[in-house]
C-alpha cells in the first residue's frame, strides 16, 4: 500500500521551477476567451432547446385562461437567467492585484501540476508574480490567481469567485426554478394529450383542421403541421431532457446550500476530503505495520500444552535451559493437580508434589543456625509451609 499517495497541500513549492521549463499561455479574462468548453456549448443549445420547446410548443397549445400566465411567469424566470448567467460569465474574477498587473494579451507560464504542485507561499504568487490575499488560489485552468477562489465552473467556462460567486448563484436559482416549471408544463401537456386532447385545441388554428390527428407547431407566428406521434415524439424527449436538468440543478444547488451551512467553499471542501482520506490511509498503513507477536515473547513463552507447540525441536536448539526449565516446570504442575483431585495433603517425605521437600528446609536450618548462634540474640526466622496453609516453627520441622 502506498502511504504517500495523497500529501496534504502546502502553500509553497518544494522546488522552484526555472522559467524556460515551464510552458506559456495567456490567461484567460473570463468565459467568452477561447477556446470554448465543451460543457459551456452544452449548456446553450440545452437553453436554447427548451426555450424553442417552450415558448413555440407547449405554451400555445394551453387554454386561453393559463396561456399568457404561462407567457409571463416562463418569460420572466427564462430572462432572469439569461442575463445572470451572461453576468457570471463576463465578470473577471481574478484578484485586484492581478487586474491590476497583468497583461492579458501578453502569455504567462502555465501551470503544470507535473512540475509544480504549489505556487504560492507567504501570498506570493510565484506565476503571476503579484502578492495576493488569503483566500486567493491560482487556476490551472485560467492561468491567473482568483480571489476567494470556490472552483472552476465547466459550464460557465471561468472560474467562480468572490466577484461572481452570487452572479452564479442567482443564476443556478432561476434555471432550476425555469427547469421545473417547463417540466410541470410538459408533463400537463404530455398527460393531456393521452386522456383528452380537445383541451389542448383551443387555438383557433387547430379549430379548423378536422379530427386530432394532425397538430400545429410553433403558432400563431410560424404554424407547422405535425402528425400526433410527432408532437409526443417531441414531447417526451423534452420531459427526460427536463426530467435530466432538474435532477443536476437540484443536487447542484443542495451542495451549494450546505456549503453555506457549513461556511466553507467548494475548494476548501475538496481539501478536507483529500486530508481525510490521507488521514485514513496512513492509520490503516501503521496497523499494517504493528506486529501482532515478537519473536523474542514467543522464545520466551511458556505452554504447557503440547499441541500448541508441537514441534519442541525448534526450542531446544534455541535455548536449552529455557525448554528444561519449562519442561521441569510443567512437570511440577501436573502432579500437583493430580495430588489436588486425590486430596493427598500429606507432609512426608512420600509426597512428591511438594515444590520444597523437607531436607531442603532441615539443611536451611542447620545452615542458619551456623550464621545465626543461639548466643547472638538473633532468633531464627519461622518457615513457610511450602503449600501456604500455616507457619512452621523449627521444633515443628523436626517432627
Same mark, same amino acid.
Given at each position: 500500500?502506498?502511504?504517500?499517495?495523497?500529501?496534504?497541500?502546502?502553500?509553497?513549492?518544494?522546488? +522552484?521551477?526555472?522559467?524556460?521549463?515551464? @510552458?506559456?499561455? #495567456?490567461?484567460? *479574462? =473570463?468565459?467568452? /476567451?477561447?477556446? &470554448?468548453?465543451?460543457?459551456?456549448?452544452?449548456?446553450?443549445?440545452?437553453?436554447?432547446?427548451?426555450?424553442?420547446?417552450?415558448?413555440?410548443?407547449?405554451?400555445?397549445?394551453?387554454?386561453?385562461?393559463?396561456?399568457?400566465?404561462?407567457?409571463?411567469?416562463?418569460?420572466?424566470?427564462?430572462?432572469?437567467?439569461?442575463?445572470?448567467?451572461?453576468?457570471? +460569465?463576463?465578470?473577471?474574477?481574478?484578484? @485586484?492585484?492581478? #487586474?491590476?498587473? *497583468? =497583461?492579458?494579451? /501578453?502569455?504567462? &507560464?502555465?501551470?503544470?501540476?507535473?512540475?509544480?504542485?504549489?505556487?504560492?507561499?507567504?501570498?506570493?504568487?510565484?506565476?503571476?508574480?503579484?502578492?495576493?490575499?488569503?483566500?486567493?488560489?491560482?487556476?490551472?485552468?485560467?492561468?491567473?490567481?482568483?480571489?476567494?477562489?470556490?472552483?472552476?465552473?465547466?459550464?460557465?467556462?471561468?472560474?467562480?469567485?468572490?466577484?461572481?460567486?452570487?452572479?452564479?448563484?442567482?443564476?443556478?436559482?432561476?434555471?432550476?426554478?425555469?427547469?421545473?416549471?417547463?417540466?410541470?408544463?410538459?408533463?400537463?401537456?404530455?398527460?393531456?394529450?393521452?386522456?383528452?386532447?380537445?383541451?389542448?385545441?383551443?387555438?383557433?388554428?387547430?379549430?379548423?383542421?378536422?379530427?386530432?390527428?394532425?397538430?400545429?407547431?410553433?403558432?400563431?407566428?410560424?404554424?407547422?403541421?405535425?402528425?400526433?406521434?410527432?408532437?409526443?415524439?417531441?414531447?417526451?424527449?423534452?420531459?427526460?431532457?427536463?426530467?435530466?436538468?432538474?435532477?443536476?440543478?437540484?443536487?447542484?444547488?443542495?451542495?451549494?446550500?450546505?456549503?453555506?451551512?457549513?461556511?466553507?467553499?467548494?475548494?476548501?471542501?475538496?481539501?478536507?476530503?483529500?486530508?481525510?482520506?490521507?488521514?485514513?490511509?496512513?492509520?490503516?498503513?501503521?496497523?499494517?505495520?504493528?506486529?501482532?507477536?515478537?519473536?523474542?515473547?514467543?522464545?520466551?513463552?511458556?505452554?504447557?500444552?503440547?499441541?500448541?507447540?508441537?514441534?519442541?525441536?525448534?526450542?531446544?536448539?534455541?535455548?536449552?535451559?529455557?525448554?528444561?526449565?519449562?519442561?521441569?516446570?510443567?512437570?511440577?504442575?501436573?502432579?500437583?493437580?493430580?495430588?489436588?483431585?486425590?486430596?493427598?495433603?500429606?507432609?512426608?517425605?512420600?509426597?512428591?508434589?511438594?515444590?520444597?521437600?523437607?531436607?531442603?528446609?532441615?539443611?536451611?536450618?542447620?545452615?542458619?543456625?551456623?550464621?545465626?548462634?543461639?548466643?547472638?540474640?538473633?532468633?531464627?526466622?519461622?518457615?513457610?509451609?511450602?503449600?501456604?496453609?500455616?507457619?512452621?516453627?523449627?521444633?515443628?520441622?523436626?517432627?
Amino acid at each position: 500500500m502506498n502511504c504517500t499517495k495523497w500529501r496534504f497541500r502546502r502553500p509553497a513549492p518544494e522546488t +522552484v521551477i526555472s522559467k524556460d521549463e515551464l @510552458a506559456f499561455r #495567456r490567461p484567460r *479574462v =473570463n468565459g467568452w /476567451s477561447c477556446p &470554448p468548453g465543451a460543457s459551456q456549448l452544452v449548456g446553450w443549445l440545452v437553453y436554447g432547446f427548451l426555450a424553442t420547446i417552450s415558448f413555440g410548443i407547449h405554451i400555445p397549445l394551453l387554454p386561453r385562461p393559463w396561456y399568457h400566465v404561462a407567457y409571463a411567469t416562463l418569460g420572466t424566470v427564462f430572462i432572469v437567467h439569461f442575463f445572470t448567467h451572461v453576468a457570471a +460569465v463576463t465578470v473577471d474574477p481574478a484578484d @485586484a492585484s492581478v #487586474r491590476a498587473k *497583468v =497583461n492579458y494579451s /501578453s502569455p504567462l &507560464p502555465l501551470f503544470d501540476r507535473s512540475k509544480q504542485p504549489h505556487v504560492i507561499k507567504d501570498q506570493h504568487c510565484f506565476l503571476c508574480d503579484v502578492q495576493v490575499g488569503p483566500r486567493v488560489k491560482h487556476c490551472s485552468s485560467c492561468n491567473k490567481c482568483v480571489e476567494d477562489f470556490d472552483h472552476h465552473c465547466k459550464w460557465l467556462n471561468t472560474c467562480v469567485g468572490g466577484r461572481n460567486y452570487w452572479l452564479f448563484f442567482s443564476a443556478l436559482v432561476s434555471a432550476l426554478v425555469g427547469v421545473l416549471l417547463l417540466f410541470t408544463l410538459i408533463l400537463f401537456v404530455f398527460v393531456q394529450h393521452i386522456r383528452d386532447p380537445h383541451i389542448l385545441r383551443t387555438a383557433p388554428q387547430l379549430g379548423a383542421l378536422p379530427g386530432n390527428s394532425t397538430w400545429l407547431l410553433f403558432l400563431p407566428l410560424a404554424p407547422i403541421e405535425t402528425s400526433s406521434a410527432g408532437l409526443l415524439t417531441i414531447t417526451f424527449i423534452a420531459l427526460m431532457l427536463s426530467t435530466i436538468c432538474l435532477m443536476l440543478l437540484c443536487h447542484l444547488l443542495c451542495f451549494h446550500l450546505f456549503l453555506f451551512y457549513k461556511g466553507i467553499s467548494t475548494f476548501e471542501y475538496v481539501k478536507l476530503k483529500k486530508q481525510e482520506k490521507s488521514r485514513k490511509q496512513e492509520l490503516e498503513c501503521r496497523n499494517s505495520k504493528r506486529p501482532s507477536k515478537t519473536p523474542q515473547n514467543q522464545e520466551n513463552s511458556i505452554d504447557c500444552e503440547p499441541t500448541k507447540y508441537p514441534s519442541s525441536s525448534n526450542l531446544v536448539s534455541k535455548n536449552p535451559l529455557t525448554f528444561r526449565l519449562s519442561e521441569t516446570l510443567c512437570s511440577e504442575m501436573e502432579s500437583f493437580k493430580k495430588s489436588v483431585d486425590n486430596d493427598k495433603f500429606r507432609y512426608g517425605t512420600e509426597n512428591k508434589t511438594r515444590g520444597i521437600s523437607m531436607s531442603v528446609i532441615q539443611n536451611w536450618k542447620a545452615s542458619n543456625e551456623e550464621d545465626y548462634p543461639s548466643g547472638s540474640g538473633n532468633s531464627l526466622p519461622e518457615t513457610q509451609d511450602p503449600l501456604g496453609s500455616s507457619i512452621m516453627s523449627p521444633n515443628r520441622s523436626s517432627q
